[in-house]
C-alpha cells in the first residue's frame, strides 16, 4: 500500500466555508478528500481554487442543498460510479465514488431524515438500505475500498454528548443505528472506533446553545475500512481545529492515516 491521509469534510457549504477548506488542505495536506454538503451546483464549483492548491477534484453537485466531491492531492480522481443504484430518477446528488491514489473511494451524504417520523426519514432509511446493497459489493473487493462521508448516525450514546437532548432526533432513531449496524455486519471496519474503543469523539457540533463552546459534539461523519484496507490503519483523527476557525462549518475533518504495511495484531 501507499502511504495515505484520507479525510472526509462536510463544508455546509463550499462557496461560504471556500477560504476555511484551501486553510486546512494547505495545512495538512491529506492525499484524498471526501466533500458533502456542497450546497453548490456543478458550474459553481471552485475547481480552479482546488487546482491551484495541488487537488484535483471530482463533484457532483446540486444547487442549495447536498452535493458530494472527490479530492486528489497531485492527482485527478477516477469517477467509477455517479449515485447509488436503485433508484433510475434520483434527484438528490449524494453519493460519488473514483479511484484514487489505488483506493476505491465512496464519498456519500446519507440524508439527515429529520422532521421524523415523515416522509423525510422514509426516503432517509430507504436510502441507507440501497447503500447497505452496494456497499455488499464493494466490501468483498480484493481491492482497498473506503465509505467516507457525513452518516447522519450517531452509532451509540458513546458518540454523543448527551443522548436525552436528541431522543426524538432521526440521527439517533433505533432504525437509523440498526442500518447503521447493518452495513458494520458485511465486514467493514469504522475506523476510529477500531483504534479508539472507549474515547468520546466528535465530528460535529451544532450552532446552537453554544455546543461548540461546551465540547457538546455528536460522532457522525465516518470512514469504513473494507477488509483488504483495514489492515493498513495505522491513525485516525478529526481535526477540531476546524471548527474554531471563524465561518467554521459545524463539522470538522475527520481522517484515517494508511501505512505501507499491514499492522501486526
Known amino acids: 500500500m501507499k502511504k ?52 484535483g477534484a471530482l463533484w457532483h453537485g446540486q444547487s442549495s442543498w447536498n452535493g458530494v466531491a472527490i479530492l486528489a492531492r497531485d ?35 446519507l440524508p439527515n ?15 441507507f438500505e440501497r447503500l447497505i446493497e452496494h456497499a455488499r459489493t464493494l466490501q468483498s473487493s480484493d481491492h482497498p475500498v473506503v465509505l467516507a462521508g457525513d452518516y447522519n448516525v450517531v452509532p451509540t450514546d458513546q458518540d454523543i454528548y448527551s443522548p436525552k437532548s436528541w431522543l426524538k432526533d432521526a440521527l439517533l432513531q433505533p432504525e437509523s443505528r440498526e442500518a447503521y449496524a447493518r452495513l458494520l455486519e ?21 450552532y446552537f446553545r453554544q455546543h461548540w463552546q461546551k465540547s457538546s459534539g455528536l460522532r457522525i ?13 495505522t491513525d485516525a483523527g478529526v481535526d477540531a481545529w476546524v ?17 505501507t504495511r499491514k499492522r501486526k495484531r
Open 4 to 55: 495515505l491521509k484520507i479525510a472526509t469534510f462536510n463544508v455546509n457549504g463550499i462557496r461560504a466555508h471556500q477560504a476555511n477548506l484551501i486553510a486546512w488542505l494547505e495545512r495538512d495536506q491529506p492525499d484524498i478528500v471526501c466533500l458533502q454538503e456542497l450546497k453548490a451546483a456543478d458550474k459553481d464549483f471552485p475547481a480552479s481554487a482546488l487546482e491551484a492548491v495541488g487537488y
Open 75 to 109: 492527482a485527478q480522481p477516477l469517477e467509477s460510479r455517479r449515485g447509488l443504484p436503485g433508484d433510475p430518477d434520483e434527484q438528490q446528488s449524494r453519493y460519488l465514488e473514483a479511484a484514487v491514489h489505488g483506493v476505491l473511494v465512496g464519498c456519500l451524504y
Open 113 to 127: 431524515g429529520n422532521p421524523q417520523p415523515g416522509p423525510k426519514f422514509d426516503y432517509k432509511l430507504a436510502w
Open 186 to 206: 458485511q465486514g467493514w471496519t469504522d475506523a476510529l472506533r477500531a483504534l479508539y474503543p472507549e474515547e468520546r469523539i466528535y465530528t460535529f457540533w451544532d
Open 221 to 233: 461523519d465516518h470512514l469504513l475500512l473494507n477488509p483488504a484496507l483495514a489492515p493498513y490503519l
Open 243 to 259: 471548527r474554531n476557525e471563524a465561518h467554521a462549518s459545524d463539522h470538522a475533518p475527520t481522517w484515517i492515516q494508511i501505512g
